[in-house]
């Protein structure tokens, strides 16, 4: 089998908001990466052996005492290195260069232009002028400016505003450039970042869903030998990946347990037992607790109560029913490569982490059970694919995220069945025809909220008073922050009707206009 991790480029993060695209990008280019803090140990720099280092942008100036200085270990290492943005800056002054904290900020869209035919930019262009200058429409985002060439280096590529916007050392295989190769808005950045990881890295192709798979499949299976496994499966994207992944390797080792709230999505319980018992042949075992959710919550309207109800409840099935099962040894997690940087600041090995929000984190310690985590390395457009390639139906792996509580924290105030039901039928419509209408995987997420306040309205004859349904659909990369969809009129008249048509309880729907900040994308 190929080792998919032979060929690993390190990233080192200064602390740029786009540090996880650069490692996306890199991964889209089919080669493994890990991002390690920009202070990091330098035996753990070492130890890494990269292929190749990017350094990353950073708030940081290098002008300032208390900036961040390139690791020595970057450069004893005698790999291709490539600075973006704040890494540029490091390397201009790591290399003597004078760099000045500019009247010339830059933010936003700009054009450089290529110069010197070097092996990172060679060929790569958006467009040529009439003088026959290769152009790149780029993302700009700097304070700080490189004002001198640092000595041996040769002029990349500049810009207006920054005549020194990229240089390099072609012998010593050093690369940098001032603009973000990694954000979307730079269009040839895929290529750029092509040409770093392959041509001058000399990175291999093999970091492929196919072989994600085949590799996940197999470590887990050396991991867990023999042991029994137990996991908790949500419905959500992550755990059931993790449910495939683990039943391809162990088979009948593996024990999931599902804990239904009846705070699920229209239909969820029955698709994920489908999906898994039914189709797959993963032993599962369904725990219908509704009426235990329900009661638990019964005269609770404080969101964060009712929040801690959810999840001390859930752990307190899980607990019951993981005791029923016999010998078991590990305990399977859906923890995700984002979850490991967040939580640890970043993969410096000093911690273990446990997905802070993931639902059965707190069981036992008298359970003495160990760790696996097949997704640890996987980013979540890298889970979807690992999924496909497993087997998951793409609606499943496709899902929009869903929140711990579930209904929950989408049913405002207390909790209570008939509620519940109408919930999950309206989000049903507006999600039914957000496939329908091809917008579903166009959106990040999208769902209803119930609200129990009464409005008046008038169907037919009658005079209606009944309850309000909001419609949240929002569009983002990170979750951290977020815009409102502007879906089509049309579209949304579609669903506010149906949804009136159908539900006799609900007389008026809105839609949410409010963008993250400063509305977070739950309502609760
Ligand atoms: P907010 O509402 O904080 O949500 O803007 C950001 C993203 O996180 C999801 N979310 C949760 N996910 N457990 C989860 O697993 C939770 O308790 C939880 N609360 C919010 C939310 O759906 C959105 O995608």
Same mark, same amino acid.
């Given at each position: 089998?190929?080792?998919?991790?032979?060929?690993?480029?390190?990233?080192?993060d200064f602390g740029s908001q786009f540090t996880q695209l650069i490692a996306?990008?890199?991964?889209?280019?089919?080669? %493994?990466?890990e991002i390690y803090a920009c202070d990091a140990e330098p035996a753990l720099i070492t130890a890494f052996k990269p292929s190749g280092v990017i350094l990353s942008g950073g708030p940081e100036s290098v002008t300032d005492a208390t900036q961040y200085p390139i690791p020595q270990p970057v450069f004893d290492l005698n790999v291709p290195v490539l600075g973006i943005c704040y890494g540029?800056?490091?390397?201009?002054? %790591?290399f003597g260069a004078d760099v000045a904290s500019a009247d010339h900020s830059e933010f936003g869209y700009a054009t450089v232009r290529a110069r010197g035919h070097s092996a990172?930019?060679?060929?790569?262009?958006?467009?040529?002028?009439?003088?026959? %200058?290769?152009?790149?429409?780029?993302?700009?985002?700097?304070g700080d400016r490189v004002e001198s060439l640092p000595e041996?280096?040769?002029?990349?590529?500049?810009?207006?505003?920054?005549?020194?916007?990229?240089?390099?050392?072609?012998?010593?295989?050093? %690369?940098?450039?001032?603009?973000?190769?990694?954000?979307?808005?730079?269009?040839q950045g895929a290529a750029i970042v092509n040409r770093f990881v392959h041509d001058i890295c000399g990175c291999a192709n093999d970091w492929q869903a196919q072989s994600i798979a085949a590799d996940g499949v197999a470590r887990a299976r050396e991991q867990v030998g023999s042991a029994n496994v137990l996991l908790g499966l949500s419905g959500g994207?992550?755990?059931s990946v993790v449910a495939a992944m683990l039943h391809q390797a162990i088979g009948e080792q593996l024990t999931c347990v599902f804990v239904d709230t009846g705070l699920l999505r229209y239909g969820e319980g029955d698709q994920v037992m489908a999906t898994f018992s039914e189709s797959l042949g993963v032993?599962?075992?369904?725990?219908?607790?509704?009426?235990?959710f329900l009661a638990a919550l019964k005269g609770i309207d404080d969101p964060e109560q009712k929040r801690k109800i959810i999840g001390g409840l859930f752990i307190e099935i899980f607990e019951r029913e993981a005791r029923k099962i016999d010998n078991v040894q590990y305990l399977a997690q859906g923890t995700i490569y984002p979850d490991v940087i967040e939580s640890a600041g970043s993969a410096t090995g000093k911690a273990h982490v446990i997905k802070s929000h993931h639902n059965v984190g707190g069981l036992p310690a008298d359970m003495k059970l160990k760790l696996v985590e097949p997704l640890r390395e996987l980013f979540k457009d890298e889970v979807r694919l690992v999924g496909r390639e497993l087997g998951l139906p793409a609606e499943m792996v496709d899902r929009h995220p869903f929140p711990g509580p579930g209904l929950g924290v989408r049913i405002l105030g207390e909790v209570r069945k008939d509620f519940a039901d109408t919930l999950r039928r309206a989000d049903h419509i507006f999600i039914q025809e957000l496939r329908q209408h091809d917008l579903y995987n166009k959106v990040s997420q999208a769902f209803a909220v119930f609200l129990p306040v009464k409005s008046v309205g008038v169907t037919g004859d009658g005079r209606r008073y009944a309850h309000v349904i909001c419609l949240r659909c929002v569009e983002t990369t990170d979750f951290m922050t977020a815009g409102w969809s502007r879906l089509p009129d049309d579209f949304l008249d579609i669903v506010s009707r149906r949804i009136i048509n159908e539900l006799d309880n609900v007389s008026r729907v809105v839609y949410d206009i409010s963008g993250k900040p400063p509305a977070t994308i739950e309502w609760e």
């Open positions: 089998m190929t080792d998919i991790h032979a060929d690993r480029i390190l990233i080192l996306r990008r890199v991964r889209e280019a089919g080669v %493994y990466c540029m800056q490091a390397l201009a002054a %790591y990172l930019l060679k060929d790569i262009q958006d467009h040529v002028t009439d003088e026959g %200058y290769g152009m790149l429409d780029v993302w700009m985002s700097h041996g280096f040769k002029l990349i590529a500049s810009t207006d505003n920054a005549p020194i916007a990229g240089f390099a050392d072609e012998q010593r295989h050093i %690369y940098a450039l001032q603009f973000h190769i990694e954000v979307t808005h730079t269009k994207v992550d755990s032993k599962v075992i369904r725990v219908n607790a509704e009426d235990e």
